[in-house]
Structure formats: structure tokens, C-alpha cells
């Protein structure tokens, strides 16, 4: 795999932009072939394992509140586009395959047909949206929404995860949410946390990023 060449921006505010560029992995690690990638992937799916075990039921509420999102996000924003997606399609495989990795899951192994079972129950369209949310993050974060502009690019992935998981909802048979309460129960009661889920990943990528361009322009790192 080629690397992308770095080269240091004029500022480290950056406007919307045409031009694809590197992700903060590239610029976090110069020269970093696909081993590395795969490490850091590897890295991710933990992570987001972790995140998801970090969960809080709401009363007659099957899907619980994790730091899946916060995860997610993180994901998108550092890895970028496409390894942001291998991350988290690795972490769906997994969870698929019956292993630990889904919120509802039990620690330990299960069944793939567990696990496929959860994958198409009333959660999947959740898992869905964690992938429309990575592609979003990761390509806006290469076209620009980067260091303290990553802001705007974890709303709009945090909001994202909510357009096939409210679509699933709706076509879906599951007996939940009742009827009336699908925005309700299905997105209304998760958008604080998930707001500052998104402030959290914010301040974390935007440090991370003013991390890389202290290393690029040959200075040490301050504190972030």
C-alpha cells in the first residue's frame, strides 16, 4: 500500500477541501505500512468491544446506552475512511461469529447463529448506523474536518447512526418501540449522552491531531 505523502498545513484550522487527504493515523505514524494498520484496527475492535460492555438499560428499553458511539467515532476520526471501516465491519464480524463482542452479548463465545441472531434482531439497524457513522467521520476527516474542525464531523456521524437504525425500526416486526414512540424510543432519550459522547471524541481526535502536527513540524509534543 502506498503512503501518502505528509506535508504540514499552513494552520491547523483547515477548511472543507476537495482534495483527499491523509488521516490522522498517517500523520500519527509517517511511513506506516499495513501491518500497522492492521495493528491499530485490531487496536479499535478492543476498544470498541470494551465500549460496548460500558452499558445502562433504560426501563423497557432493549437497546442500552454504551460508549459504543464514543468508539465508533474515534475510529472514523483516526483511522480515516477506509480503515475506519475495516475496524468497525472487523467488530460486526466478530459479534456476528458469536463472540463477546455485541452490548447484549454475555462474555465468552456464544453461537454464530447467537450472534447472527443479534445482528438481524432489534438492534441491527444500530450496527448499521455504526457503519454509515464511521464512513462519515472518516471521509469528512479527509476532506478537511480535522484538528478543532472534527467537531462538525462527529455530530453529523453521531447523527447518522440514528438514519438505519430508525429505518430498521420502522420496517421491522420487533414489538419495540410501541407504537407512536419510534423517534421517541429509538433516538430522543440517546441524544444527550450522545452529545457529549461527541464533545468527548471531539477534544480527544482535536488533541490527537494537534499531537501529530507538533511531531511534524520536528517540535516536542506539548500537552494535549
Same mark, same amino acid.
Given at each position: 500500500?502506498?503512503? /501518502? ?16 487527504? /491523509? ?6 505514524? /509517517? ?13 479499535? =475492535?478492543? +476498544? ?9 438499560? $433504560?426501563?423497557?428499553?432493549?437497546? /442500552? =446506552? ?25 467488530? $460486526?464480524?466478530?459479534?456476528? $461469529? ?32 455504526? +457503519? ?30 440514528? =438514519?438505519?437504525?430508525?429505518?430498521? $425500526? ?18 430522543? =432519550?440517546? +441524544? ?33
Amino acid at each position: 500500500m502506498n503512503t /501518502p505523502t505528509i506535508a504540514h498545513p499552513s494552520g491547523l484550522k483547515r477548511s472543507f477541501s476537495l482534495t483527499w487527504g /491523509p488521516s490522522l493515523f498517517d500523520w500519527l505514524v /509517517p511511513g506506516a505500512g499495513t501491518r500497522h494498520r492492521i495493528a491499530a484496527s485490531i487496536t479499535f =475492535i478492543v +476498544l470498541i468491544v470494551v465500549c460496548s460492555k460500558i452499558r445502562f438499560y $433504560l426501563p423497557d428499553n432493549p437497546t /442500552p =446506552i454504551t460508549l459504543q458511539t464514543l468508539a465508533i467515532l474515534t475510529a472514523g476520526g483516526v483511522m480515516g475512511f477506509r480503515w475506519g471501516l475495516i475496524s468497525v465491519f472487523g467488530y $460486526l464480524v466478530i459479534g456476528a $461469529l458469536g463472540f463477546l463482542a455485541f452490548a447484549n452479548q454475555p462474555w465468552g463465545f456464544t453461537t454464530p447463529a447467537d450472534g447472527w441472531a443479534y445482528v438481524t434482531g432489534v438492534t441491527g439497524g444500530y450496527l448499521l448506523g455504526f +457503519l454509515l457513522a464511521t464512513a462519515v467521520v472518516g471521509a469528512l476527516s479527509q476532506y478537511g474536518f480535522d484538528r478543532s474542525n472534527s467537531l462538525w464531523a462527529n455530530a453529523l456521524g453521531g447523527i447518522a447512526v440514528y =438514519i438505519p437504525a430508525i429505518i430498521w $425500526l420502522a420496517v421491522g416486526d420487533f414489538g419495540w418501540p410501541a407504537d407512536g414512540k419510534l423517534l421517541m424510543d429509538g433516538m430522543y =432519550i440517546y +441524544l444527550p449522552g450522545d452529545f457529549l459522547k461527541v464533545i468527548a471524541t471531539s477534544v480527544l481526535v482535536t488533541g490527537l491531531w494537534k499531537f501529530a502536527d507538533n511531531l511534524q513540524s520536528g517540535r516536542e509534543p506539548r500537552d494535549v
